[in-house]
């Protein structure tokens, strides 16, 4: 499946796991809702997104502080980011 011009994924309130070794890319992607999903770290797949305007990832049982390469990700299109719902304890 060749998914290369996806635009919007939205999986939320599915119990889905997201392995940190997958190195899935999706250069077109602008809105990703995670939202209630069981997820407890961020995913990974967000190294490698660029346009991003829409994360939600609210919600889910992510622990302890936002990763490094999280505050670091260059996403200058970013308008929304909702992590409520969490446990997180900063940067």
Known sequence: MNLTNLYRLDLSSNNITVDAGT???FPCLAI???SSCELKNFPCLLTNVKNL???D??????RGQIPKWFS?????????????YNSLKGI
């Open 57 to 62: 990832i609210s919600n889910n049982k992510i």
């Open 53 to 55: 305007s829409c994360l």
């Open 23 to 25: 190195s899935i890319t």
């Open 72 to 84: 670091n990700m260059r996403c200058d299109a970013l308008r929304f980011l909702n992590l409520s």
């Open 32 to 34: 990703l809702d995670l």
